[in-house]
């Protein structure tokens, strides 16, 4: 089996702590020749330290390689638009990171240049490829909880939830400026840079697409301008409810924690993080958890999965495991959830029709 050779676009914080240890657990199936960065010292770390033989400042120096067989594009959301068109305009297969694009027209542009230079285009919606909603899914198309009523996924995370990974990269900031992910030029905030995978997981298990999305949203970072909490509703077309409740500056030492729960007609499925966790330490200064991503739902094995069945795809020329469409209406709902927020109304979603054929 030939090794297929990846180039790697955007080194910081997600790059580092899930793409690039997953590229080198799949060393017999993908070689690292290539590393990317607005921060050439980020690219060559990141290149020294994976084994890649070549770093840019310039994501199109990258590009021009004729060698490289597919991009994986880990920079944030304003870029995936433009750097994406860009990959398939100069005829490379592309893995883009989650969220696919800024806006629904931006998602709809970027599966067709995909389509018009027949290149695949894979959005890394890493939850798809983790174990546990996998069997989440596949126990309610046996039917063991009936028709799908309600979907509901809280997430939480503290400020310093990186601290704990030691990972070296952190978010890019504009000289003067603050992290991109905390400013308002660059985000909308918590709906699009981790609440989409909330409403990505809702539209699948209740397998239908939204009608309408409620939110509200709040800043409680003292640096942002953007966002970091935020709770939703989504009334699917179907009748079904998706909530959840994202919340992304918790005091140092809160516990990384998820809980999913599914109702149906017949039954519900509950998965949740806190009986996952490794253990606790408590002492005169207080409580901590120590954060173990090895087991906090198995975030690292859903790297690697969705890597290898992309790559997959590519060598076989098939279909690839996620079809961007699926990604393009969680941003959708997303969408929709920062327009309500902002509105204080609910938000009604346009019917749209999945184009012929995966990209």
């Not at 770093?55 to 750097?83: K, M, N, S």
């Not at 990959?87 to 027209?105: D, L, N, Q, R, Y």
């Amino acid at each position: 089996m030939r090794r297929l050779k990846v180039g790697l676009i955007g080194a910081g914080t997600i790059a580092n702590s899930a793409h690039l240890p997953a590229i080198a657990h799949l060393h017999e199936e993908l070689e690292l020749v290539a590393v990317a960065d607005i921060r050439p010292e980020m690219a060559e770390k990141a290149a020294k330290e994976y084994g890649a033989e070549a770093w840019y400042g310039d994501y199109r120096q990258l590009l021009a390689r004729p060698d490289i067989d597919f991009v994986d594009i880990c920079t944030p959301e304003f870029l995936h638009h433009e750097q994406v068109i860009a990959a398939a305009e100069a005829g490379k297969h592309i893995h883009c990171e989650k969220p696919m694009s800024a806006t629904v027209t931006e998602a709809d542009e970027m599966i067709a240049a995909a389509r018009r230079n027949n290149v695949k285009l894979m959005i890394g919606h890493s939850r798809r490829f983790t174990p546990r909603y996998q069997k989440i899914r596949a126990a309610i198309e046996r039917g063991e909880i009936g028709e799908v009523k309600l979907v509901r996924e809280n997430e939480r995370r503290a400020a310093s939830m990186y601290d704990a990974l030691n990972v070296w990269a952190g978010y890019w900031t504009p000289e003067g400026s603050k992290p991109w992910i905390a400013s308002a030029q660059f985000t909308q905030g918590a709906a699009l840079t981790n609440a989409v995978h909330e409403t990505d997981l809702a539209r699948w298990f209740a397998g239908q697409d939204g009608a309408s999305v409620y939110a509200e949203a709040r800043i409680t970072n003292p640096e942002g301008e953007v966002p970091d909490m935020i709770s939703y509703t989504i009334t699917f077309q179907n009748g079904a409810i998706g909530a959840a409740e994202v919340v992304n500056q918790l005091p140092t030492g809160y516990p990384y924690f998820h809980m999913m729960e599914v109702f149906g007609s017949q039954g519900s499925i509950r998965a949740t993080d806190p009986p996952m966790s490794p253990y606790e330490i408590w002492t005169a200064q207080g409580m901590r958890f120590p954060t173990n991503f090895a087991l906090l739902i198995h975030v690292d094995i859903a790297y690697v999965n969705e890597l290898q069945q992309f790559a997959a795809s590519v060598r076989e020329d098939t279909p690839v495991p996620l079809d961007p469409w699926e990604a393009r209406q969680a941003i959708a709902l997303s969408v929709a959830a920062v327009e309500s927020s902002r509105s204080g109304q609910i938000v009604t979603l346009p019917s749209a029709s999945r184009p012929g054929g995966a990209a």
